[in-house]
């Protein structure tokens, strides 16, 4: 779990250095053409760091973005107590702290953690899923998306949507200009968005809880009741199960078969 935790630090770290260095080679870029072509030198500067500008813009902003992305989510009350202290209860034993909490009022069942720091982190937690677990599912599902907070796979995750896979424009008209860079450079988010990713995520979670059928009765409920339509599609690989349907990721089936083997 160590050597995982270390490697998608770095991982993160290394998407991040990429992807500055790339948006200042295409702000270089822009103003070496300019000065080739026969307009004023200004003209090109301005360009340039105008894109500079507007992509440090979109990147400070990213994980507004990636909660706006989850639907409208709102403050928890207390009408789920247990919900925090179960998340304190698992937070104490993967060793990060509390992470933010928002509720998306739906009757479908899905959790999504996002965060680029882990000590930053937030959790979007659907109402169904509160109203239609039971303690013991619960908290194999909290448990799974906190253990990815600990070992920085939500930070990996979070890191990439808001570098190579950053959105930009409205939500009419968005472009995403680095994620062909992403590409290029040996593939990087096809990597870090592996679907077998889903599996060791399982198995993450199951060694917090020592207790495999709490998350294969969580997926079960989770089967033919996990799709939200409101939740922007871009945010897909923060849920526990792709609220699409759209993503090829493993199905809820094979990830049971995976937990029954252990």
């Known amino acids: 779990m160590e050597n995982w935790t270390s490697r998608n630090r770095q991982r993160a770290v290394r998407l991040t250095v990429m992807f500055w260095l790339s948006v200042l080679l295409t702000c270089a870029s822009v103003c070496l053409v300019g000065f080739l072509l026969p307009f004023p030198s200004w003209i090109s500067l301005l360009v340039g760091f ?12 990213a994980e507004h973005r990636l909660l706006a992305g989850c ?35 739906s009757p479908e ?51 990439m949507l808001s570098t190579f896979g950053l959105a930009m424009g409205s939500s009419r008209f968005r472009v995403q200009p680095f994620r062909v860079l992403g590409f290029l450079t040996r593939g990087q988010l096809t990597t870090d968005l592996d679907p077998t990713n889903d599996f060791f995520g399982d198995a993450a979670g199951v060694a917090v809880t020592r207790y495999p059928p709490g998350m294969i009765e969580a997926l079960e409920v989770f089967e033919n009741q996990h799709h939200l339509p409101e939740v922007d599609p871009i945010t897909g ?13 493993p199905s809820v089936q094979a990830r049971i078969a995976s937990l029954r083997e252990m």
């Open 109 to 159: 069942c899905n959790i999504a953690a996002f965060g680029r720091v882990p000590h930053k982190s937030t959790l979007v937690i659907t109402t169904g899923l509160l109203e239609s677990t039971s303690r013991i599912e619960l908290e194999a599902v909290l448990a799974n998306r906190i253990a990815q907070i600990a070992n920085y796979r939500v930070a990996l995750v979070s890191t």
């Open 237 to 249: 690989p923060l849920w526990l199960v792709d609220p699409s349907n759209e993503a090829p990721r």
């Open 50 to 61: 105008g894109i500079l500008g507007a992509v440090a813009w979109a990147s400070k902003d």
């Open 71 to 105: 639907g409208e989510t709102e403050a928890p009350a207390d009408t789920y107590p247990r919900l925090e202290n179960m998340v304190d209860a698992v937070c104490l034993a993967t060793g990060v702290p509390a992470p933010d909490l928002r509720l998306l009022r």
